[in-house]
């Protein structure tokens, strides 16, 4: 399992099924809009903090986005 992938599939898939673009949700998150695009193109690798920050702008448990 390619975990970056599975997180960059998730964080996206949750992002489109509440109608955000990259950079309405970068500025809900407190990130920069390529910084998200990275995640989702999966080209980046992410902190503890910011998967916790990603989670909580999608109102959603962290776990969620780490399942495939």
Do not use: P, W
Request: one cysteine or more; charged letters at 30%; hydrophobic letters at 40%.
């Amino acid at each position: 399992m390619d975990i970056v992938r599975v997180f960059g599939t998730n964080v996206k898939k949750y992002r489109t099924s509440i109608g955000l673009s990259q950079e309405m949700f970068a500025e809900k998150c407190g990130l920069h809009r390529t910084y998200i695009s990275a995640i989702e193109c999966y080209r980046r690798s992410i902190s503890l903090e910011n998967i916790q920050r990603i989670a909580d702008a999608l109102e959603i448990e962290t776990y969620k986005l780490f399942i495939k």
